[in-house]
């Protein structure tokens, strides 16, 4: 199922998996992708990487934890998210999904964290112009 996806992306999702069961999720949503995100990347300053961080935990509730053993599925909204970041990739002529083409699905998912990312001043133009993975820097892609 991921095989199109690079290391790192990978990664992120493996956080994001760690930090729902951390919370004690039963599924893993668009925030604890985010929070993985968080953890695997440094698209963000420090600053705005804490910030969004507590803003998030603050947001979740504190469910008892899940055994870590237990297989954990992607909430709807994740699975979207995933799907988007797929589209990402193909629109920039890609063949591997990066993290990049992730964050640009998280922002996409409507009833997800992305308001918070653009709270930050963190939007689809800053993620395509500060990547030189897209096309001439972004600019036809948008």
Do not use: C
């Not at 964050?103 to 992305?114: F, I, W, Y």
Request: proline share 3%.
């Amino acid at each position: 199922m991921f095989e199109r996806y690079t290391e790192s992306a990978r990664r992120v999702i493996f956080f994001a998996r760690y930090e729902a069961h951390q919370s004690g999720a039963s599924e893993i949503g668009p925030e604890h992708f985010l929070l993985g995100f968080l953890r695997q990347t440094n698209f963000f300053g420090d600053d705005a990487r804490k910030s969004i961080r507590d803003e998030i935990k603050q947001g979740l509730p504190r469910e008892e934890t899940v055994s870590k053993s237990v297989e954990m599925p992607f909430a709807l909204a994740t699975k979207r998210v995933l799907a988007y970041g797929a589209e990402e990739s193909e629109r920039a002529r890609q063949r591997h999904i990066d993290v990049e083409h992730l964050l640009l699905g998280l922002m996409r998912e409507s009833k997800s964290v992305a308001a918070l990312l653009e709270k930050h001043g963190i939007d689809r133009k800053t993620v395509l112009h500060q990547h030189a993975g897209f096309p001439r820097g972004g600019e036809t892609y948008v």
